[in-house]
């Protein structure tokens, strides 16, 4: 079942409870879906801050408390943890990501505080999904795989063109704003190229004939000091925020 990209969706689904995994990603989904086409501005900002409330502090919590008390167990209790962990957190975590980021770059646009963005959504889009991609596919050694080709041939020729179109009206918006999507690049790079491939590799490493608690252990904590970059950077955006919000 773990062979196939919707095998390994499944398996990592029934280990975290179903009802929990499709809530994980419905449910912030379908709120920000509501406030983005039927709500008020209220909403739309309640949405992309209590979903970027919940991802920063679940990934300080991980880095300042989880991980230093994981650090002190054997690897094969930590391991331990990690298998339970680990599934829940691959459906959670990038829901929460992908909401906070729409989110806040829908609002952006709805209070006009974004201008110019087509060309800078595109470069953000390039910036982004590409090394992710690369990341992706380096660690899984899938450069070879037909599925990894096809998905990042249709993104790179996708960014192209969308950049093709958009760069001739390129002119420079917001410091704030730029300063914003550069952090947003490192954080998507991140989430989405190296802390949600190493969950699924820590998920086929327990669902092999003779799982390597040392390998999940060893990826459990990495990810784990990893959330803690993402937490910084994600505290420097609501740093951000805040000044071009306010002006404080």
Do not use: C
Not at 32 to 59: C, E, N, S
């Amino acid at each position: 079942m773990t062979t196939t990209v919707r095998g390994t969706v499944q398996g990592m689904a029934a280990r975290a409870n179903p009802a929990f995994a499709s809530a994980a990603v419905v449910v912030p989904v379908g709120v920000l879906a509501l406030a983005v086409v039927f709500g008020t501005v209220q909403q739309h900002t309640y949405a992309h801050v209590m979903a970027g409330v919940l991802w920063t502090g679940i990934d300080l919590f991980m880095a300042l408390v989880l991980g230093p008390v994981l650090g002190g167990l054997a690897v094969d209790e930590r391991a331990s943890v990690f298998q339970r962990f680990t599934p829940k957190m691959t459906f959670l975590m990038p829901a929460l990501a992908l909401v906070t980021i729409v989110g806040g770059i829908t609002l952006a646009l709805r209070l006009g505080y974004f201008p110019h963005a087509d060309p800078w959504l595109a470069l953000f889009t390039a910036a982004s999904l590409l090394p992710a991609l690369a990341s992706i596919g380096w660690q899984f050694d899938a450069f070879d795989d037909r599925r990894w080709q096809a998905a990042f041939g249709v993104a790179l020729v996708g960014s192209l063109a969308y950049l093709a179109v958009t760069l001739p009206e390129f002119a420079m918006t917001d410091p704030l704003i730029a300063v914003t999507l550069g952090v947003m690049v490192v954080l998507t790079v991140v989430g989405f190229g190296v802390l949600m491939p190493g969950e699924v590799k820590m998920y086929l490493e327990m669902r092999s004939a003779n799982p390597d608690t040392d390998v999940i252990s060893r990826i459990g904590l990495r990810n784990a000091k990893l959330s803690g970059v993402q937490g910084f950077f994600q505290l420097v955006i609501i740093a951000v925020m805040v000044y071009l919000r306010w002006g404080l």
